[in-house]
């Protein structure tokens, strides 16, 4: 069997991933990342932050833009590439929660990894059929949410924002290069 869509089983990875965090107590705690966590050595909560959410509202929310932003960003790089975009973007963005969030702030969700989808939109975006100057307006709401609501780590959505946007600086010079050899 192929996977047809990496962005398909993500979603469905995170979404089944959240059933069990409803089921069993402890297995959102064995999963987010803080500045604790990160500083005793417990370096894979930097990729399975991205399969807990607090909430239902949270985790549509993520699961909609991983799948709205992803499945254009797959096409335009393929499932190779694109799973180093969401990486680079998660990874990004739970390091900049962890070093730069008080060390016992906990933090969950996959929006890091959605943030680095925006960044990789607003550079690719014209490409693809999408208008990147819509990207920025959304990005620059959500980013203000964090400060309005409160309870939303705008760190991690940065850190992915940067990550996101690096990988594809680098993946589309290559894939430029390579088109042209």
Known sequence: ?????VTNLMVGAIALSYLI?????SYESS????GAEFDQGQYWRLITVAFVHGGFF?????LYALHVLGTPVELYFGATRYVIVLLISLIFGSLASALFN???TASVGASGMVFGLFGALALIGA????EWRGIIGIVLINFALGFVLGGIDWRAHVGG????????????RSKKRLSDI
């Open 31 to 34: 999963l987010w990342i803080s």
């Open 102 to 104: 008080d060390p016992y």
């Open 58 to 62: 949270h985790l549509g929310f993520n």
């Open 161 to 172: 924002l940067i990550g996101g946007t690096l990988a594809t600086l680098l993946l589309d």
């Open 127 to 130: 490409r693809v059929g999408i």
């Open 21 to 25: 965090q409803l089921l069993v107590p």
């Open 1 to 5: 069997m192929r996977i047809r869509s």
